[in-house]
């Protein structure tokens, strides 16, 4: 019963939206600070290749590679926000720019390591690994009646679920913490908020670092669901795609991110031509969204008539 | 061998200064960093491959070309991406920098569209005949992009400190409000500066593809990202700046063809940015000012 109810495709479609959703708030973070990353690829790759390697060469269980891989990212994060985060945003969106392309350029280089551009196969995948852990546990797919691929994955599905779900929880607690409310006051006015005893520069290193994590998290688990990564991967090009989904969705509401990312990410499935004019449509995308609806299409009034219409507050 | 690397150094450093200069002139004017700049740049690039290769035309009549199809662009971009911008209320100040986030991805795409993903020959007739000094070699596609260079450099810093013109766009770059109190037509030269600065970078373009004899539609983005190294070396909005900054440029990653991994050559423009971002902010020529929190 539950076995026809699956379908393979739309549960891989579920996935990738899920790690673009993670990617997306990879971005809003730092925004929600008033600052620009264009370095989520970079971060991405980071994330991606650290736990690929580890996984393949030291045959590590997947969630200690995947950790690891976040963690890399977030402490090159650190290295690179510093210096850029001492001064004004744009510095920090030339330095991750220029971040992003050293990663790719290094990937594609350190030939004994990464396969250059090649790119790393025969990732251990999440799937799988979830599959001989529950059998070792005594548990078949088909004892619920699915196919093992259908569990495959719909294992993938659900641990993404649960990590966008605790991911957003985490955010959503931080934005009403202290450290939510100082970030908000940065992105206000921060000659405003430094005057009034906010250390911009710690808080903005911390925004900026979360979204490292993330995006390192979102590349090390995209590299287990995919089992395939290459440097094209984590191009210019993707970082500029992370952007849109949280700049098109809604950049100031963390819901913004989810929707954008969700939107676009299902939209090149359903219409084939979108998907190969994708990036034009994007950058016409961003030239007009600026211009008319910079805060992008969910904003806190729209949202508010929203909550109003249905009486019933569900989305914040 | 070393003298023939130097005079590469050089010769790849103007063209970046170039690069720089187009970046520059829009961030002392409007305090925006243009990301679309080096997709500008590309087009001028395709512009001179079409009009020499493809129909054959004489090179200085694809410079003209170049620099038409790039004003134009220019003019297009400052219309529609920018002037939607300025003056608007709660526009934060990351919206300008999205926005042409978005031409230069435009760009860059319609060109993959228009022709084809691989690099295109650049052919000048001149491109094989090199001059022997001792035992140097020297290509006359060389001095030419030199002299092309230092031209537009001098002309460049004559039209800023003589010209009425450039006058006007340095006290619009000091003051925008204080200079439209003083009747400068602000707007006016708001869209000047953008369409002189795309016009140099379609000059850039050309002199690129003589210099790599190929052009590719990704050129735009790691030339972009030099570009930003220099001005940030420089100092943002300092026209000296730029010049010195694109020749250290040039000159550090010829050497490091020369004498170390040239695959790590793009990667020199981003550690000089955080070199320079924990050293000195404000960049080699820039004001304390500059460095101030936007």
Same mark, same amino acid.
């Given at each position: 019963?539950?076995?026809?109810?699956?379908?393979?495709?739309?549960?891989?479609?579920?996935?990738?939206?899920?790690?673009?959703?993670?990617?997306?708030?990879?971005?809003?973070?730092?925004?929600?600070?008033?600052?620009?990353?264009?370095?989520?690829?970079?971060?991405?790759?980071?994330?991606?290749?650290?736990?690929?390697?580890?996984?393949?060469?030291?045959?590590?269980?997947?969630?200690?590679?995947?950790?690891?891989?976040?963690?890399?990212?977030? +402490?090159?994060?650190?290295?690179?926000?510093?210096?850029?985060?001492?001064?004004?945003?744009?510095?920090?969106?030339?330095?991750?720019?220029?971040?992003?392309?050293?990663?790719?350029?290094?990937?594609?280089?350190?030939?004994?390591?990464?396969?250059?551009?090649?790119?790393? &196969?025969?990732?251990?995948?999440?799937?799988?690994?979830?599959?001989?852990?529950?059998?070792?546990?005594?548990?078949?797919?088909?004892?619920?009646?699915?196919?093992?691929?259908?569990?495959?994955?719909?294992?993938?599905?659900?641990?993404?679920?649960?990590?966008?779900?605790?991911?957003?929880?985490?955010?959503?607690?931080?934005?009403?913490?202290?450290?939510?409310?100082?970030?908000?006051?940065?992105?206000?006015?921060?000659?405003?908020?430094?005057?009034?005893?906010?250390?911009?520069?710690?808080?903005?290193?911390?925004?900026?670092?979360?979204?490292?994590?993330?995006?390192?998290?979102?590349?090390?688990?995209?590299?287990?669901?995919?089992?395939? +990564?290459?440097?094209?991967?984590?191009?210019?090009? @993707?970082?500029?795609?992370?952007?849109?989904? &949280?700049?098109?969705?809604?950049?100031?509401?963390?819901?913004?991110?989810?929707?954008?990312?969700?939107?676009?990410?299902?939209?090149?499935?359903?219409?084939?031509?979108?998907?190969?004019?994708?990036?034009?449509?994007?950058?016409?995308?961003?030239?007009?969204?600026?211009?008319?609806?910079?805060?992008?299409?969910?904003?806190?009034?729209?949202?508010?008539?929203?909550?109003?219409? @249905?009486?019933?507050?569900?989305?914040? | 061998?070393?003298?023939?690397?130097?005079?590469?150094?050089?010769?790849?450093?103007?063209?970046?200064?170039?690069?720089?200069?187009?970046?520059?002139?829009?961030?002392?004017?409007?305090?925006?960093?243009?990301?679309?700049?080096?997709?500008?740049?590309m087009?001028?690039a395709f512009?001179?491959v079409?009009?020499?290769g493809?129909?054959?035309? /004489?090179?200085?009549?694809?410079?003209?070309?170049?620099?038409?199809?790039?004003?134009?662009?220019?003019?297009?971009?400052?219309?529609?991406?920018?002037? /939607?911008?300025?003056?608007? #209320?709660?526009?934060?100040?990351?919206?300008?920098?999205?926005?042409?986030?978005?031409?230069?991805?435009?760009?860059?795409?319609?060109s993959h569209?228009?022709f084809g993903a691989g690099n295109k020959p650049f052919n000048?007739?001149?491109?094989?005949?090199?001059?022997?000094?001792?035992?140097?070699?020297?290509?006359?596609?060389?001095?030419?992009?030199?002299?092309?260079?230092?031209?537009?450099?001098?002309?460049?810093?004559?039209?800023?400190?003589?010209?009425?013109?450039?006058?006007?766009?340095?006290?619009?770059?000091?003051?925008?409000?204080?200079?439209?109190?003083?009747?400068?037509?602000? #707007?006016?030269?708001?869209?000047?500066?953008?369409?002189?600065?795309?016009?140099?970078?379609?000059?850039?373009?050309?002199?690129v593809g003589?210099?790599f004899n190929s052009v590719s539609p990704q050129m735009?983005?790691s030339?972009?990202?030099?570009?930003?190294?220099?001005?940030?070396?420089?100092?943002?909005?300092?026209?000296?700046?730029?010049?010195?900054?694109?020749?250290?440029?040039?000159?550090?990653?010829?050497?490091?063809?020369?004498?170390? *991994?040239?695959?790590?050559? *793009?990667?020199?423009?981003?550690?000089?940015?955080?070199?320079?971002?924990?050293?000195? /902010?404000?960049?080699?020529?820039?004001?304390?000012?500059?460095?101030?929190?936007?």
């Amino acid at each position: 019963m539950l076995g026809e109810i699956l379908n393979t495709y739309y549960l891989q479609i579920g996935s990738f939206i899920l790690i673009n959703i993670m990617l997306a708030i990879s971005v809003y973070v730092p925004l929600s600070s008033g600052q620009l990353s264009l370095g989520s690829a970079g971060f991405m790759g980071v994330g991606a290749y650290t736990s690929a390697l580890l996984t393949i060469h030291f045959d590590l269980p997947i969630f200690v590679g995947v950790i690891a891989g976040a963690l890399a990212a977030s +402490i090159l994060g650190v290295i690179v926000g510093i210096p850029s985060l001492r001064l004004s945003g744009v510095y920090l969106a030339i330095a991750t720019l220029g971040l992003g392309e050293v990663i790719r350029v290094i990937f594609v280089n350190w030939d004994s390591l990464t396969k250059g551009s090649v790119g790393l &196969t025969g990732i251990p995948q999440l799937g799988r690994e979830i599959l001989e852990f529950s059998r070792g546990l005594g548990f078949e797919p088909a004892m619920i009646g699915i196919r093992n691929n259908q569990f495959v994955f719909l294992s993938i599905f659900l641990v993404l679920l649960i990590l966008v779900i605790a991911i957003l929880w985490f955010v959503i607690r931080q934005q009403n913490s202290r450290v939510g409310r100082a970030l908000q006051s940065i992105n206000m006015d921060d000659r405003a908020a430094e005057s009034m005893g906010i250390n911009i520069t710690h808080y903005k290193v911390v925004a900026f670092t979360q979204g490292a994590f993330f995006a390192g998290l979102a590349g090390a688990l995209f590299a287990h669901v995919i089992g395939y +990564i290459s440097p094209a991967d984590f191009s210019y090009h @993707r970082a500029v795609e992370v952007l849109i989904f &949280t700049v098109f969705g809604g950049s100031e509401v963390i819901i913004g991110s989810v929707f954008g990312a969700f939107f676009l990410t299902l939209m090149p499935e359903v219409l084939r031509f979108v998907s190969e004019f994708r990036y034009i449509i994007y950058g016409i995308l961003l030239v007009v969204l600026m211009a008319v609806r910079p805060q992008g299409i969910l904003d806190a009034n729209l949202l508010k008539k929203f909550k109003f219409k @249905r009486s019933k507050g569900g989305v914040r | 061998m070393l003298l023939e690397q130097i005079i590469n150094g050089i010769t790849l450093g103007s063209i970046y200064a170039i690069i720089a200069l187009g970046f520059t002139l829009v961030f002392g004017v409007l305090g925006i960093i243009n990301m679309a700049h080096g997709e500008i740049f590309m087009v001028g690039a395709f512009v001179g491959v079409t009009t020499t290769g493809v129909l054959g035309w /004489p090179l200085w009549l694809a410079f003209i070309a170049a620099i038409v199809v790039t004003s134009i662009l220019g003019y297009l971009l400052e219309r529609f991406t920018l002037r /939607p911008l300025r003056g608007k #209320k709660g526009v934060s100040h990351l919206a300008p920098l999205i926005s042409t986030i978005g031409v230069s991805i435009l760009l860059e795409n319609l060109s993959h569209h228009i022709f084809g993903a691989g690099n295109k020959p650049f052919n000048t007739s001149f491109s094989e005949i090199s001059i022997n000094i001792g035992s140097i070699t020297v290509y006359l596609v060389q001095i030419v992009i030199f002299v092309i260079s230092i031209l537009l450099m001098i002309g460049l810093t004559v039209w800023l400190s003589k010209t009425k013109a450039g006058k006007a766009l340095r006290a619009t770059a000091d003051n925008l409000e204080t200079a439209s109190i003083l009747g400068v037509d602000t #707007k006016k030269i708001i869209i000047l500066t953008v369409v002189v600065a795309s016009a140099i970078g379609g000059i850039a373009g050309i002199l690129v593809g003589m210099a790599f004899n190929s052009v590719s539609p990704q050129m735009g983005l790691s030339m972009g990202l030099k570009g930003l190294a220099i001005i940030i070396l420089g100092g943002m909005g300092n026209v000296k700046g730029a010049m010195v900054g694109g020749l250290i440029l040039g000159l550090s990653e010829t050497m490091l063809v020369a004498y170390g *991994d040239s695959g790590y050559r *793009d990667a020199i423009a981003f550690i000089m940015i955080i070199v320079i971002l924990l050293l000195r /902010p404000q960049g080699i020529f820039g004001s304390k000012v500059s460095q101030e929190r936007r």
